[in-house]
C-alpha cells in the first residue's frame, strides 16, 4: 500500500518509503511472487486468485513491535500467500512465497473449497450472461430484442441444492435492464436468474422466479424510469438555498503520518489495506502521561451476510457474505477529495492482483483526516455564570466499498477522549425485485414503486478485535444492570428506587457466546486482572457496547445459519489462533457451515480467563425498506463503540485547549445580533 498525500495546506507530514513488516505487498512485489510461483510450477496452467501479504507471526512481532522485551529481532521474513486456481478443474492451491529469500516455500493442493470470487470473474460473467441464446430467448419472451440494455449482478451461489458439493465453481446473475444508457436497472428488474459454472464459464440453467399468488405466469417488466444521477434530475430542479460549507485547516493538521504508522493527539496506530477486509488497524496504543499503553493487536471487520428474507425461490439463496465471497479490498472504491472526504485529506493507495499475476492500482483507496465532533464536554455554574466548553474532534480513518447494488462506507474513529468507535454507512441501491401487476410482497417485502419489490433483509457485521490491554493476557467481562431484587417498602429498597450492577467473567469459550439484552443494558469489559485501578478497585479496561445488535430472524437451522454461525450470538470469545481470521471461514464462498466462529467455539471448552483472547463482536441493521429507500438509499448508519473503563486516572480529555471563534472561525449568522462575547469564553 503506498501513501498519497492530498491537503488543502502545508502540513509536517512524514513519509518513509522503508518497507515494514505490516505494510500491503508492493506492485513490484506482486509481480515477483507471480514470477516465482509460475517459475516453480511450470506444468500446472492456473490463474491468480488472490496474492497477499501473510502476515507475520504474532509472537514474533510483540518483539519487533517492542512489546515483548524477552529478545530482540530487527527482522522479519516477508512472505506472501497465493491461492491460485487451476484452470480446467478450478483445483484449488495454496502457496507461501518467501520474498525475503525469492523461493516457492510451500504449494499444497486444498480440495473440496472455493476462493473469493474476483472482479476479473465477475466482468467475465457478466459478457457471458448476455450473450448466452437461453438468456436471449428469455429477454425475446420479455420483449427485450436489444441485449446491449441488459445486465447483470453476478453474485455467489451460497449453496445450490441442484448443484452440491464445491467441485463447480459456481455463480448465479440476478438479471435487470436499462431503457437509456445510465439508467437505474434496479428500477427494471427481470424474472430468471443464469447459474453459471465459472470453470466451463458456460450457463447450466436458468431459474424463473414464478409469480406468487397471481393470474400471470410472468410479470411484464416495469419500464417507468426512477433515477438520480444528475442528467436526470435536471440542474433547474435541485435546491436554490444551499450554500457552500467549507472546512479548513489554515496550520494544517494535527496528525503525523509515517509510511503506515499514524501519530494523533496521543494515539498510535498502523494502519494496512488487504484484498479481503480492506482496512485494517494494527498496533493500536494511547500515550497515558510516560507509559505507552498498549490497547488492541489488530482490529478488522472480519466478515459480514446480508440474509434475505423471502421464502421464494431462488430468494433463499441470497444472504452475501461481502467479506468472504467478494472482499472488501477488492470492492474499494477510489475516493473524491471534496465529496467524500472534506477538509485537509491525506490518502492512502491499495494495490491488488488480477488473475495474470499483475498488480492493479486503487489510488486514494484510503481516507485520513480529522473533523470537528461537536462538544467534548461543558459546565456552566449557575453561580456566577462561568461556563467552560472544550470542542471534540476526531481523526477519521475510513474507505468505501461497493457490492453490486449496495455501497458501505467504512469509518474508524479515534477521539481524544479515548474513544474509540467503527460506524457502518450503508447507501447506494436496495436490491430489488419484479412483481406481477397482482401480486403482493407475501409480508416479506415493500412495494417502493409500481411492481418493484425490495425485499426484507438484514445486514451483519462481525469484528475481530485482538486485545492487548495492557498486555497480552486479558479477560471478559459481561456487566447487566437491574433492579433491586427487594420490594418498595422493603428495608434494602425503602422507595424502590434501588438498581445495581453484576459483573461476570467469562471462563471458557462456552461462557464466552453471549447474547445482548436491552433489558439490562448490557455490555461487555475487555480487562486485565494483573492491574487494579487504584481508585475503583476493579481491572483495568474498555466497554464495548453498540445501540444496532438485533438478532438473526432466519431458524437457525436454516441455510443462511448454517453457513453464517457468527450471526447467532452478539458475542463470542476465543483463544487467539492465527488460522481463525474470518468469523465465515477461510473459505467462505459455497461454504457448508464446518469452518466457522461457530465451529471454533464450540469443539471444546477452552478457557478464555485471563490468556491472549479474541473478541468477535456482531452488530448489525435490520432493513424493511421504504418508498423513500428508493431510487437510492439515504445513509442507514450502524456500529459500536469502545471506550475506557476505569483505565485512566481521570477523564484523558483535561489537557485538550480550549477552543474559540478567533480559532475557528465561526461568525454569527445574522450580523445584525453579533455577540461581542465570546460563546466558549470564562464568562456568560
Known amino acids: 500500500m503506498s501513501t498519497t498525500k492530498e491537503t488543502s495546506s502545508n502540513t509536517t507530514l512524514i513519509q518513509h518509503q522503508e518497507i515494514h513488516p505490516l505494510d500491503q505487498l508492493s506492485g513490484d512485489e506482486i509481480i515477483q511472487v507471480a514470477q516465482i510461483t509460475r517459475q516453480n510450477k511450470p506444468n500446472i496452467d492456473f490463474v ?152 466451463l464459464m458456460k450457463v447450466i440453467s436458468i431459474e424463473r422466479i414464478k409469480p406468487r399468488d397471481s393470474k400471470f405466469t410472468r410479470p411484464t417488466i416495469p419500464l417507468q424510469q426512477h433515477n438520480f444521477l444528475p442528467e436526470f434530475i435536471g440542474e433547474e430542479n435541485y435546491r436554490k438555498d444551499v450554500k457552500p460549507i467549507i472546512i479548513q485547516q489554515p496550520h494544517g493538521v494535527s496528525f503525523v503520518v509515517k509510511g503506515h504508522e499514524i501519530d494523533w493527539q496521543k494515539w ?44 421464494n425461490s431462488p430468494h433463499h439463496r441470497k444472504h452475501a457474505f461481502d467479506v468472504g465471497e467478494y472482499g472488501l479490498g477488492l470492492c474499494t472504491n477510489s475516493l473524491a477529495l471534496g465529496c467524500d472526504c472534506l477538509g485537509s485529506i491525506y490518502y492512502f493507495d491499495a494495490i491488488f492482483n488480477d488473475h495474470d499475476g499483475k498488480p492493479f492500482h486503487v489510488p486514494n483507496a484510503i481516507c485520513l483526516h480529522e473533523e470537528d465532533y461537536g462538544i467534548l464536554m461543558k459546565h456552566t455554574d449557575y453561580r456566577n455564570g462561568r461556563a467552560h466548553t472544550i470542542r471534540s474532534r476526531r481523526l477519521v480513518i475510513s474507505q468505501i466499498v461497493t457490492v453490486a447494488n449496495y455501497d458501505y462506507g467504512l469509518y474508524y474513529y479515534f477521539y481524544q477522549d479515548g474513544t474509540f468507535e467503527y460506524e457502518v454507512k450503508a447507501t447506494g441501491e436496495l436490491n430489488t425485485h419484479v412483481l406481477a401487476e397482482d401480486e403482493s410482497t407475501a409480508g416479506m417485502g415493500m412495494i417502493v414503486a409500481p411492481q418493484i419489490n425490495a425485499q426484507y433483509h438484514q445486514h451483519f457485521f462481525t469484528m475481530r478485535i485482538d486485545p492487548m490491554i495492557d498486555g497480552l493476557r486479558n479477560s471478559v467481562q459481561q456487566v447487566d444492570t437491574y433492579s433491586l431484587p427487594y420490594p418498595t417498602g422493603h428495608p434494602k429498597n425503602p422507595f424502590g428506587n434501588g438498581f445495581t450492577s453484576s459483573y461476570r467473567t467469562l471462563k471458557t469459550t462456552k461462557e464466552g457466546q453471549q447474547m445482548a439484552n436491552y433489558d439490562t443494558s448490557r455490555f461487555w469489559k475487555i480487562v486485565n486482572t494483573e492491574r487494579i485501578h487504584p481508585y475503583s478497585k476493579t481491572p483495568v479496561g474498555w466497554k464495548i457496547v453498540s445501540g444496532h445488535t438485533a438478532p438473526l430472524y432466519a431458524k437457525h437451522d436454516s441455510l443462511v445459519a448454517e453457513r453464517a454461525g457468527f450471526a447467532k450470538k452478539t458475542l463470542w470469545v476465543t483463544v487467539y489462533d492465527e488460522r481463525q481470521m474470518f468469523a465465515g471461514g477461510f473459505y467462505c464462498n459455497q461454504s457448508g457451515g464446518n469452518d466457522t466462529v461457530e465451529i471454533w467455539a464450540n469443539q471444546e471448552e477452552v478457557n478464555i480467563e485471563q490468556t491472549d483472547i479474541v473478541l468477535w463482536y456482531t452488530f448489525g441493521i435490520t432493513h424493511l425498506p421504504r418508498v423513500e429507500d428508493f431510487p437510492i438509499m439515504p445513509v442507514e448508519y450502524c ?46
Open 268 to 311: 498510535n496506530m498502523r494502519i494496512s489495506m488487504n484484498y479481503r477486509e480492506g482496512l485494517v488497524i494494527h498496533n493500536v496504543s494511547y500515550q497515558d502521561g510516560p507509559e505507552r499503553r498498549p490497547l488492541f493487536y489488530r482490529i478488522s471487520l472480519s466478515e459480514m451476510v446480508v440474509p434475505y428474507a423471502d421464502t
Open 48 to 199: 491468480f486468485n488472490t496474492i497477499t501479504l501473510k502476515e507475520p507471526n504474532k509472537k514474533q512481532m510483540l518483539v519487533y513491535l517492542g512489546w515483548d522485551k524477552s529478545n530482540r529481532v530487527t527482522k522479519i521474513e516477508r512472505e506472501a500467500l497465493v491461492i491460485a486456481l487451476e484452470k480446467r478443474t478450478m483445483k484449488c492451491y495454496e502457496a507461501v512465497v518467501s520474498l525475503t529469500h525469492s523461493s516457492l516455500k510451500s504449494w499444497v493442493y486444498v480440495p473440496d473449497v472455493q476462493p473469493i470470487l474476483t472482479m476479473d470473474e465477475m466482468f467475465e460473467v457478466e459478457a457471458l450472461v448476455i450473450k448466452d441464446p437461453m438468456v436471449r430467448q428469455e429477454c425475446l419472451e420479455l420483449g427485450i430484442r436489444d441485449m446491449s440494455n441488459v445486465f447483470s449482478d453476478p453474485w455467489a451461489i451460497a449453496r445450490h441444492v441442484s448443484h452440491p458439493g464445491r467441485e463447480k465453481r459456481l455463480m448465479q446473475a440476478l438479471m435487470y435492464m436499462r431503457t437509456c444508457e445510465d439508467d437505474n436497472q434496479y428500477a427494471h428488474p427481470l424474472d430468471f436468474v443464469p447459474i453459471i459454472d465459472v470453470g
Open 639 to 684: 456500529g459500536f463503540t469502545i471506550k475506557p473503563c476505569n483505565f485512566f486516572m481521570a477523564n484523558p480529555a483535561l489537557d485538550v485547549p480550549p477552543t474559540n471563534k478567533k480559532i475557528n472561525h465561526s461568525v454569527h449568522a445574522r450580523d445584525s445580533m453579533i455577540q461581542k462575547q465570546d460563546c466558549c469564553s470564562n464568562k456568560l
